[in-house]
T-cell receptor, first 113, second 111 residues
Framework: SQTIHQWPATLVQPVGSPLSLECTVEGTSNPNLYWYRQAAGRGLQLLFYSVGIGQISSEVPQNLSASRPQDRQFILSSKKLLLSDSGFYLC????????????FGPGTRLTVL | SQKIEQNSEALNIQEGKTATLTCNYTNYSPAYLQWYRQDPGRGPVFLLL?????KEKRKERLKVTFDTTLKQSLFHITASQPADSATYLCALRGGYQKVTFGTGTKLQVIP
């Protein structure tokens, strides 16, 4: 069966520090991968998605970036965090195709102070 | 612009009653619509998918309707239980290989 991992589960970082969040998927190959952010009391905002290694699509201009160095690994990064980067970050995967139910990871709670 | 609207106010309902949640959309021509459940501090979990040529879909105590003329989906939970308390999100295909989520409606089932 497929599983999706995210780490760390929680993170407290000072403004201006770098960020690296990692997501890995097991039990499937060539998945579509997604990064979402959910601010307190807000909806899911799609940040990045990837349909293959090295293929990243950015949805919202921001100081975040994403990379997909391996088929089942998706990394969210920032060189300098802002206060507004605080939120709940969720990684998700789906089977490539027209109808793509998404499977979410456990999330990372990021607090920027 | 494209919009997905769900009632942002929480829905409180007595245990045993039917809960009905609404999802309205504009400027989409979705081939399908999905519903997810999200518990606090957790990622959303997929519940149901309904295609544009399906009027209704059922799964256990859940029922979803999809009216492409009204641009609306209704999500029903019959015989609601306190364990059904969560936030429910609807989602539409938002482009190539991705979906766009509504902001969700928080459901509270009162014992």
């Amino acid at each position: 069966s497929q599983t999706i991992h995210q780490w760390p589960a929680t993170l407290v970082q000072p403004v201006g520090s770098p960020l690296s969040l990692e997501c890995t998927v097991e039990g499937t190959s060539n998945p579509n991968l997604y990064w979402y952010r959910q601010a307190a009391g807000r909806g899911l905002q799609l940040l990045f998605y990837s349909v293959g290694i090295g293929q990243i699509s950015s949805e919202v201009p921001q100081n975040l970036s994403a990379s997909r160095p391996q088929d089942r690994q998706f990394i969210l990064s920032s060189k300098k965090l802002l206060l507004s980067d605080s939120g709940f970050y969720l990684c998700a995967w789906s089977v490539p195709g027209v109808i793509n139910e998404q499977f979410f990871g456990p999330g990372t709670r990021l607090t920027v102070l | 612009s494209q919009k997905i609207e769900q009632n942002s106010e929480a829905l409180n309902i007595q245990e045993g009653k039917t809960a009905t949640l609404t999802c309205n959309y504009t400027n989409y021509s979705p081939a399908y619509l999905q519903w997810y459940r999200q518990d606090p501090g957790r990622g959303p979990v997929f519940l149901l998918l309904i295609r544009e040529n399906e009027k209704e879909k059922r799964k256990e105590r859940l029922k979803v309707t999809f009216d492409t003329t009204l641009k609306q989906s209704l999500f029903h939970i019959t015989a609601s239980q306190p364990a059904d308390s969560a936030t429910y999100l609807c989602a539409l295909r938002g482009g190539y290989q991705k979906v766009t989520f509504g902001t969700g409606t928080k459901l509270q089932v009162i014992p």
